[in-house]
């Protein structure tokens, strides 16, 4: 089976606008490459992701689906299952590579040190065991067995932490509600006030009431303890609303990655503009604008730059050569042809109109229904070896980013604070 083939140099992001100066970072991913095997070849489902996240630090991973960020939460608690492996690079927690240790100093780590806030929390609870024997089974595992009344009384703290009343650890899961198994799920992730929490797409299923008490119960857990966090999620205006740092991912990759401030006014890559304009504003009536096109199918992405087929930009060398990550700012990384000939990144060109009363397709481009070569069969292919296995392909969806969630009031009043 082959391995990933190598791919263009990247450059760490090693700052941010509240690092700590001197300070080691708490969380170090350097070229994580996972992969997931078939029988007509390796799909890169992560391919040579790079960054950096300081104790306290809030990351929000966003793109479309099929982009790698589930793929990428699994990875970074080394929980990727055949068909996929972890195929190079290192995840280094606290000084410690976590994809080094062996399976009992890994199960020493989880929950104490890394923990994983999973989507889906019905599926993540046990549904014959009640709430408090599942959070105190999680804190014996590692701090050995204690006193029943001294656990019950930390149960109930924990819970009262994320909002939720003593009577709550006596319930079992398919007793509460959709927020509150989520919080519940939160309890138990943070009850051992981890270093790095990873939260993949925590408010999936929930309606955006309850999205915004969830991510508000995360911000408070998280600052209590001190943590940092990776937020793995689809909807820009929630992402922007919590994160200090957005990375974006599309076909594997990490395509941009920089302060949410300043990406948000000024982003440098392509793909990052188009999701910022596909989320609704209140103040325009009309279509949603989208993004044309689909996400390429992971066996047969096309050559030079993944996102050349969809791009507005695009230029002979984009369809030619993949793009290395560089610097385009303070603690800000792209990996995009424009730089750096471009200090930031230029108006559209005048063939392409983003229209939001116009058909979601890009005036002068013929990109709309076109199929690129092989496309279908690789897709079908895909399917039928990792379908059941729940490995990423790409697919249609989630063009106009945020739909379900903060519309674009929201993002501009987020630099009140989270």
């Given at each position: ?40 070849g ?164 929930l ?12 911000g408070?857990i ?10 793995i ?10 994160a ?81 990550s ?45 199929e ?23 697919a ?23």
């Amino acid at each position: 089976m082959n391995e990933p083939s190598p791919s263009p140099a990247v450059v760490p992001v090693t700052s941010s606008p509240i690092a700590t100066a001197g300070t080691a970072p708490i969380l170090q991913v350097q070229d994580l490459q996972v992969a997931y095997g078939t029988s007509v070849g390796d799909v890169r489902a992560v391919d040579h992701v790079s960054f950096t996240l300081q104790a306290g630090q809030r990351l929000g991973l966003i793109g479309e689906s099929g982009s790698g960020k589930t793929t990428m939460a699994t990875a970074l608690m080394r929980l990727t299952r055949p068909p996929g492996r972890i195929a190079g690079g290192k995840v280094i927690l606290d000084g410690t590579d976590l994809l080094q240790l062996d399976d009992n100093a890994l199960r020493k780590v989880r929950l104490r040190e890394i923990a994983l806030v999973p989507q889906g929390a019905m599926n993540s609870l046990n549904p014959v065991m009640r709430v408090e024997d599942q959070m105190i089974d999680a804190i014996v595992a590692h701090e050995g067995k204690q006193n029943g009344k001294a656990l019950s009384a930390r149960v109930t703290a924990q819970l009262a932490r994320v909002g939720l009343p003593p009577q709550v650890a006596r319930r079992y899961p398919h007793e509460l509600s959709g927020g509150m198994k989520q919080r519940t799920v939160m309890a138990i992730s943070t009850v051992l006030n981890p270093k790095v929490i990873v939260a993949d797409e925590p408010t999936s299923a929930l309606d955006v009431v309850v999205q915004r008490q969830v991510m508000q119960t995360l911000g408070r857990i998280q600052e209590g303890i001190g943590s940092a966090v990776v937020l793995i999620g689809h909807d820009m205006g929630l992402i922007a609303q919590f994160a200090d740092l957005i990375g974006v991912m599309y076909a594997g990759r990490l395509v941009e990655f920089g302060p949410v401030d300043e990406m948000l006014l000024s982003p440098r890559h392509p793909y990052t503009r188009m999701l910022i304009e596909s989320i609704p504003k209140l103040t325009v009536k009309g279509r949603l604008v989208g993004i044309p096109g689909l996400p390429p199918a992971l066996l047969s992405l096309p050559p030079g730059c993944s996102f050349s087929p969809r791009c507005p930009y695009v230029f002979d060398r984009c369809r030619t050569e993949a793009p290395a990550s560089q610097p385009v700012g303070s603690g800000r990384v792209a990996a995009c042809h424009l730089y750096p000939d471009n200090a930031t990144l230029p108006p559209l060109p005048s063939s392409v109109v983003l229209d939001p009363n116009a058909p979601l397709a890009m005036v002068g481009t013929a990109m709309e229904g076109v199929e690129e070569p092989g496309r279908a069969e690789a897709e079908a292919t895909l399917a039928d070896e990792l379908g059941a296995q729940g490995a990423p392909h790409a697919a249609a969806g989630d063009s106009a980013m945020g739909v379900t969630g903060l519309a674009q009031s929201d993002i501009d009043e987020l630099h009140g604070g989270h």
